[in-house]
């Protein structure tokens, strides 16, 4: 079992700037992947950023080069940066980890329990 605990959302300005973090229970050098998603009021959970194993990210277009997605493997903790706010980027973001089990036959994915990021016109 593998427990995430999101911290940093609140209340911005338009143009401004939040860091989140995600501090995971276990080994995140061990995991697969993991990765940042927002879910807006009316909306579907959508993926914001992820990254691997290897080091590899991924971004959803309508935050590449305004969002950095990164860990500290010694800390547990994966963090988003998050520049040039907008207002459409106001939604509950959520972390989750990928984890292999069974000899890495297969995976479990685990969420944290989110954090409100708003953002003000």
């Known amino acids: 079992q593998v427990h995430l605990v999101e911290s940093g959302g609140g209340l911005v300005q338009a143009g401004g700037s939040l860091r989140l973090s995600c501090a995971a229970s276990g080994s995140i050098s061990n995991f697969n992947a993991m990765g940042w998603y927002r879910q807006a009021p009316g909306k579907q959970r959508e993926l914001v950023a992820d990254?691997?194993?290897?080091?590899?990210?991924n971004y959803a277009d309508s935050v590449k080069g305004r969002f950095t997605i990164s860990r500290d493997n010694a800390k547990n903790t994966v963090y988003l940066q998050m520049d040039s706010l907008k207002p459409e980027d106001t939604a509950v973001y959520y972390c989750k980890a990928r984890v292999p089990i069974a000899g890495g036959v297969w995976v479990n994915d685990y969420w944290g329990q989110g954090t409100q990021v708003t953002v003000s016109s």
């Open positions: 990254i691997f194993r290897g080091g590899l990210t």
